[in-house]
């Protein structure tokens, strides 16, 4: 039996999720930009509100239901449209960085000493996004659709002290990284620990991962797989 809805009330979390409902047509970073003055914002919560008074009235798990509802369409419109044609530079981003072993423990990609670029801009996330944590960054990557590339060097960085010891306690705690190619992620580990045979007996080295190799497959003129 289903309990009932009127005992649901209006929390914050509801305030936020109808306020979430009624914008789902659109992205939070049009909701939220200059374009969009405080009047409209509050012609949104004011719609928020009617919807909210509705929502109440609903069980939980019919609220619950709606709402994945909400969640899909908007990602599947996010991804929907990527079009590209010979030399059109495709999206890419960092995400996150965290232990392997605990995927609730995250931290923004640039707070390890990786190279950026002069202007580091952070993506506008859709709804899917900011209610998983993720943090998307630029970063001096530069794809080029239906373009190969060999080899290329895009950064020469010398680490400080701190730098090192940034990098040696990722890897110690088994980091990995998540990346984005055109919405597709991508994931790697930050380095390993290399054992080292000595007279003296056995240590780890840590081995930074340098260097990477991106596979990727288009169909026409869409990217439809990427691997790292």
């Known amino acids: 039996m289903m309990e009932s809805g009127r005992d649901f009330d209006g929390s914050e979390l509801i305030r936020f999720l109808t306020l979430i409902i009624v914008l789902r047509s659109r992205s939070f ?3 939220w930009s200059s374009a969009q003055s405080q009047t409209q914002l509050m012609e949104d919560m004011e719609e928020a509100s009617s919807v909210k008074e509705w929502l109440v009235g609903l069980s939980k798990m019919l609220f619950i239901a709606l709402l994945l ?11 929907s449209n990527h079009r590209f044609n010979k030399g059109d530079i495709i999206p890419f981003y960092a995400n996150r960085v965290g232990p392997f072993s605990n995927s609730q423990e995250t931290y923004a990609y640039y707070d390890l000493p990786y190279c950026s670029p002069d202007t580091v801009k952070e993506e506008s996330l859709n709804l899917g996004e900011m209610l998983n944590g993720d943090r998307l960054v630029s970063t001096p990557y530069k794809f080029e659709f239906l373009v190969d590339k060999d080899y290329e060097v895009f950064c020469n960085k010398t680490l400080r002290k701190t730098d090192v010891s940034k990098f040696r306690n990722a890897i110690k705690k088994d980091y990995y990284m998540q990346l984005y190619f055109d919405d597709l992620p991508l994931w790697a580990f930050i380095g390993n620990l290399q054992k080292n045979y000595t007279n003296e007996g056995i240590n780890s080295i840590s081995i930074l991962n340098t260097h990477f190799e991106f596979e990727v497959f288009y169909n026409k003129d869409r990217v439809i797989e990427a691997n790292l």
């Open 69 to 79: 509802i909400c969640l899909g369409s908007q990602l599947e419109s996010y991804a």
């Open 29 to 31: 970073s049009t909701a």
